[in-house]
Each structure stands twice: as structure tokens, then as C-alpha cells.
């Protein structure tokens, strides 16, 4: 095995650096506004600490990643059966499925550096063959199940400020707060994601594995 390097790993630390800078951006500005709207209202402002461990932070971050996970679970599932002619993100049309053993190198045809898992073969293979849908579905309901929580929180408190009555967390899920501040990001991901299988059939970037190479025809698949 290689030993580990900066450049062998600088994608996923510069992503992981922007997450970072963004939310502490996030938070420098929802504070500015959070405050800002108490003054209006004639409350007490708060420090950046409390901010960031409030529930108004909170929920704004976890439907963001709710629907940045769902994206994802669903792109990763709906590929292994669903193409779009001519496009860099999709399989040949031909090659629809779950593949088979030899394909995916499994079973006999595992290799001595396969993962661990695909070695021990049975229902630890199959279980790790479904392993990335697996795990980026459970993010994506825990942090559905933080935005509800937490989006609760925050709007039973803009309630109170309107002496009105808080919601259960039942009423809250039927509520248009929480299928608004849902659907609105769920739309937006869609979107991209679907915007990004058409354009890459006729669009390219030199050098991207998420495009096809520059003078590709635009017929060619995956």
C-alpha cells in the first residue's frame, strides 16, 4: 500500500476545507441576521456560541445535508439501472444491472487486495456490495430526522414570540415550515443533478473525469 501523501488525498481535503470555511461563514452570517431581526423585535442579542449550538444554526445546516445525501443515494442507486445516451455520468445502455461476479470481482474472482469483506464472501460480500447506498441513506435520514427535530425547536420559538401555541413534532412534520424548507432543497439538488447528465452529453471539461474527453462525439456513453 502507498503510503499516505497531501496530493494522493487533496481532493477530500480541499472539500473538506471549503465545508469548513463555509460554515463558519455560515454561521458569522446567520448570526449577523439572527441578531439583526432581535433588535427589530426588541430582544437580546446573542454571542456566536450560542448561535452556532442554537437550533435556527442547526436546522439550516441539516436540511442542507439532508438533501446533499439524499442527491447522492439516489444518483448512486438510480444509475445501476437508468442511462441517458451520450452522457459522461451514465453506464452503457447495454450494461444496465448489478453487473456480474467477474465484473465486479467477486466471488471467485475476488483479488488478494480486494476489500476485506468481498474476501470473506457470503452475505458480508453482498452486504458490502450495497455498503455506499447503504450508508449515504442513513445520513440522509439522520439528518432529515436533525432538520425535523431541530426545525421544530425553531419555529415552536418564533411561535412563542407570536404567543402562539407550540406545534408536537407531528403536527411540525405536517406543517408547511418543514415541507417547505424540505422540498425546496430536495428540488434544487434534483435539479442539479439532472442538468448534469444532459449537459455532459454535449459539454466537456479538459482533464475532468466527470467529462468526456474534448473531442468525444456526443453519442458516446459513460
Do not use: C
Not at 444491472?97 to 488478494?112: K, N, S, V, W
Not at 427535530?149 to 407531528?170: F, I
Amino acid at each position: 500500500m502507498r503510503r499516505w501523501s497531501l496530493r494522493d488525498n487533496s481532493l477530500s481535503i480541499v472539500f473538506g476545507l471549503l465545508l469548513l470555511a463555509t460554515l463558519i461563514a455560515q454561521a458569522l452570517v446567520g448570526l449577523a441576521g439572527y441578531n439583526q431581526a432581535a433588535r427589530t423585535e426588541g430582544l437580546a442579542e446573542i454571542d456566536l456560541w450560542r448561535y452556532v449550538t442554537s437550533s435556527s444554526f442547526a436546522v439550516d445546516v441539516a436540511e442542507n445535508w439532508q438533501s446533499e445525501y439524499l442527491q447522492f443515494t439516489l444518483y448512486i442507486l438510480l444509475t445501476v439501472w437508468l442511462v441517458q445516451r451520450g452522457s459522461s455520468e451514465s453506464k452503457q445502455p447495454e450494461d444496465v444491472g448489478l453487473g456480474d461476479e467477474r465484473e465486479q470481482r467477486m466471488g471467485a474472482f475476488a483479488e488478494p487486495d480486494s476489500p476485506a469483506p468481498v474476501r470473506a464472501g457470503g452475505r458480508l460480500a453482498s452486504l458490502y456490495s450495497a455498503s455506499l447506498t447503504l450508508v449515504m441513506a442513513t445520513i440522509f435520514l439522520l439528518s432529515w430526522a436533525a432538520q425535523a427535530v431541530t426545525g421544530r425547536v425553531a419555529y415552536n420559538e418564533e411561535r412563542l414570540r407570536d404567543l402562539l401555541d407550540p406545534l408536537s413534532l407531528g403536527a411540525y412534520l405536517l406543517s408547511p415550515d418543514f415541507w417547505g424548507r424540505t422540498l425546496q432543497n430536495w428540488q434544487s439538488e434534483l435539479l442539479a443533478v439532472g442538468s448534469m447528465a444532459i449537459f455532459a452529453v454535449f459539454l466537456r471539461q479538459r482533464g475532468s473525469p466527470e467529462s468526456k474527453p474534448v473531442g468525444a462525439p456526443h453519442s458516446e456513453t459513460g
